[in-house]
């Protein structure tokens, strides 16, 4: 009874904290205000120094950022004096200065070299600001779901919150206000910390009969995640270079880790365990091939890049088909649907590959062909045009070598006439 009662707390404690999250975050990509600060700063020597900028948002050069380069003293950001301030406190005040003004411009002071100048800091809005919000939203609902059906196993409760934390973790809504900025920032560095090795948890205890005895604490040096992601931000706690790369090695060895964690747990479990983990399988196959296709269609043609985030909608069926797994592992035959979403799968990638290869060198082909008709029937006219041209030319040419003795014949003529 007290499990089931602290299990009804962390569920309504959780998602009210999602909830309110989620709000904001809607609030700010509804209004257009979700961007991203273009410089970074360093945090000054004292109360009484100015921060400076030590680098730029990745793929923002200097003339995006106003015209400011690596160096620069910043003085003022609109109204407010920056003496003493760091990048944190720098972030929040960029973000309140965007908010009243309608193409998110921030007016700044800085010194080069002894000079005062002013220019203007455009924020770089946040690409496809909606994609991570139908994925949280399903995760939460589903292992809320299940938290609810079946809270006295902790693979329940371990999936809930991992799933919260990654929810919380994707709902961006810095801006407007400081102290909306700089709740979001406690909050994205501790939800960021803690949501990889929460994931990591819940697979290792998934499904229940192959859960190990006691939880490893292996997967919290994920936790570094959370230093990382803050860096990638601000440019503290880690330098904004190395957080960037950091990241992707963490986040590539996190797909690693827990590919690794299924399969220990595949092999170590009976019939309805591994019945259930090809479920889960079978949903990320189903989630991220879709994904998969896009990127190589991207490779091909960067243009289409926004194809990235219509695929990554499919994502939603991960959290439906953990939700079979764990509640209904035998509503469908999971062996023939995997067969048959192989086959489907193998065909979509022919037919894509046809799209992409096949296609194309087709239509060069065939356009190749109607330049070399269109090049014959060219120089046939040509020919037929030189023909008659020469037509034309022999007669007058026969014309004028007759003339010739003729008219040499005249003045014979004439002078045989006069004697």
Request: aromatic share 8%.
């Amino acid at each position: 009874m007290r499990r089931r009662t602290a299990d009804l707390l962390l569920l309504a404690t959780l998602l009210a904290v999602w909830t309110a999250c989620a709000v904001l975050h809607v609030r700010q990509v509804v209004h257009g205000r979700l961007a991203w600060v273009p410089v970074y700063v360093a945090m000054p020597a004292s109360t009484a120094e100015h921060p400076r900028v030590r680098g730029f948002w990745p793929g923002v050069d200097a003339r995006h950022a106003g015209g400011l380069a690596v160096g620069d003293r910043l003085l003022q950001v609109g109204d407010e004096p920056l003496a003493g301030v760091g990048p944190v406190g720098f972030f929040a005040r960029a973000h309140e200065v965007a908010a009243t003004s309608h193409d998110l411009g921030v007016p700044v002071v800085f010194e080069r070299d002894g000079a005062r100048g002013q220019t203007t800091l455009h924020l770089v809005a946040a690409a496809f600001p909606w994609r991570a919000l139908p994925l949280a939203c399903a995760l939460v609902a589903t292992m809320a779901l299940v938290l609810l059906r079946r809270g006295d196993a902790p693979v329940e409760r371990a999936s809930f919150v991992g799933a919260s934390a990654f929810a919380i973790h994707w709902s961006f809504f810095f801006g407007g206000p400081r102290w909306q900025t700089y709740t979001w920032l406690a909050v994205f560095g501790l939800a960021s910390s803690v949501m990889l090795p929460l994931l990591l948890r819940a697979a290792l205890l998934f499904p229940p009969g192959s859960a190990p005895e006691r939880a490893p604490r292996w997967p919290w040096a994920f936790a570094v995640f959370g230093p990382l992601a803050l860096g990638w931000v601000l440019g503290v706690p880690i330098a904004p270079d190395a957080a960037v790369r950091g990241a992707f090695a963490v986040n590539v060895a996190f797909i690693v880790a827990f590919l690794v964690v299924l399969t220990r747990s595949y092999r170590r479990s009976g019939a309805v365990g591994r019945r259930q983990l090809r479920w889960v399988m079978l949903g990320m196959f189903v989630g991220l091939v879709p994904v998969l296709l896009a990127d190589l269609v991207i490779a091909v043609d960067p243009a289409l890049a926004w194809l990235h985030e219509a695929a990554a909608m499919a994502e939603i069926a991960i959290p439906v088909f953990i939700l079979i797994a764990i509640l209904r592992e035998n509503l469908f035959d999971v062996d023939r649907l995997i067969t048959r979403t192989a086959v489907w799968t193998l065909l979509s990638v022919a037919a894509l590959a046809a799209a992409l290869f096949a296609v194309p060198h087709v239509a060069r082909l065939l356009s190749a062909d109607r330049h070399r008709a269109a090049d014959r029937a060219a120089r046939a006219v040509g020919r037929g045009r030189g023909r008659h041209r020469a037509g034309r030319a022999l007669p007058r040419a026969a014309a004028r070598a007759n003339a010739v003795p003729r008219a040499a014949c005249l003045p014979r003529r004439r002078r045989g006439s006069a004697a």
